[in-house]
């Protein structure tokens, strides 16, 4: 068999209902290039793996199982996925979505192919709450469609299972295996080596979303402490000033977000929600957000008090 062209690199742990229709999505794609399907199951307790072998059987020299003894956790099992990827392209879906459009990895091939200084394509995804069937289209389309591919900038937030990008990262810098937003941290560190396009011409993958999802049905907070603790560590890899200011750019607004989400959203005397009134509806109310999280959360000496403060509030809620 020849080398892939395109390594479909997919990570899955109890997707027993959802597995299936991922790998006939793979299956029916259309290229005029070899692929390989290199899934990487982390020691699920349902039939995945049974399903996966099965898959495996029928398709020997297409999908390549990686079956783990024991839970790796998810960015550690991606991590071993992608280090038996040997394809130049890498396409991301994870087990519980799927694709639709069978010309999809072609079309994104062809424009990488003919556009050497871009190193990333992504394209629109529809989200489906699997527990109501309720659809929502991303907002890609909407804020990309009428822009040229040079004009968006490789970080700019996708979904997972719409990524191929050029096989191009050898060894993961940082805490990479302790994020969770791993394709913001995977698309971060491939703006180093090129940019990126939206192609308008694939049709939307789909992406579920379900109770098991490691980030679907999180609450807010958790978003947003994770956000937090992304943009940070990228902080601590950044390799040049225009990274150092972008990030602390991000991080700022991410640390508003917080402090306001603990403004708003804990019990408080009724002084304290008065005040918080007053200041929600007051034109300073970004610049006291803004001061109030840098000041929380940067001053050396004040970190413990941002802590202490964040802690209370869990406690108050309860």
Request: proline fraction near 5%; include cysteine; charged fraction near 25%.
């Amino acid at each position: 068999m020849s080398e892939p062209v395109v390594s479909i690199m997919v990570i899955t742990y109890n997707q027993e209902q959802f597995i299936s229709d991922a790998i006939e999505s793979f299956i029916e794609q259309k290229c005029n290039f070899p692929l390989e399907i290199v899934i990487g199951d982390d020691c699920s307790t349902d039939n995945t793996q049974n399903i996966i072998r099965e898959y495996s059987s029928k398709y020997p020299t297409l999908i390549k199982p990686i079956l783990n003894p024991v839970n790796l956790g998810p960015l550690p099992n991606a991590i071993n996925v992608l280090e038996h990827c040997t394809g130049k392209y890498i396409a991301l879906c994870e087990g519980d979505d799927f694709w639709i459009d069978p010309l999809k990895l072609q079309k994104q091939v062809d424009f990488l192919e003919q556009n050497n200084e871009y190193v990333l394509s992504f394209h629109n995804v529809i989200a489906v709450n699997v527990i109501d069937d309720k659809r929502t289209r991303t907002e890609l389309e909407r804020e990309l469609f009428n822009k040229k591919p040079e004009e968006i900038p490789v970080e700019h937030p996708t979904h997972t299972s719409s990524m191929l990008f050029r096989n191009v990262i050898g060894i993961f810098p940082g805490d990479f295996n302790k994020i969770i937003s791993g394709d913001s941290y995977l698309q971060f560190i491939l703006a180093r080596y090129g940019k990126s396009t939206f192609q308008k011409n694939i049709y939307p993958n789909v992406r579920r979303r379900h109770p098991q999802s490691i980030w679907s049905y999180k609450d807010q907070e958790y978003k947003i402490e994770q956000g937090i603790y992304l943009y940070e560590r990228l902080l601590e890899i950044a390799i040049n000033k225009n990274e150092v200011k972008y990030l602390n750019k991000i991080l700022i607004k991410h640390r508003i977000r917080y402090v306001k989400f603990l403004w708003t959203n804990r019990r408080k005397p009724e002084s304290m929600v008065t005040l918080n009134k007053t200041i929600k509806e007051a034109w300073i109310s970004r610049l006291f957000c803004y001061l109030l999280a840098y000041f929380l959360t940067t001053m050396p000496l004040v970190s413990p008090a941002y802590k202490y403060f964040k802690n209370s509030a869990r406690t108050r809620l309860k």
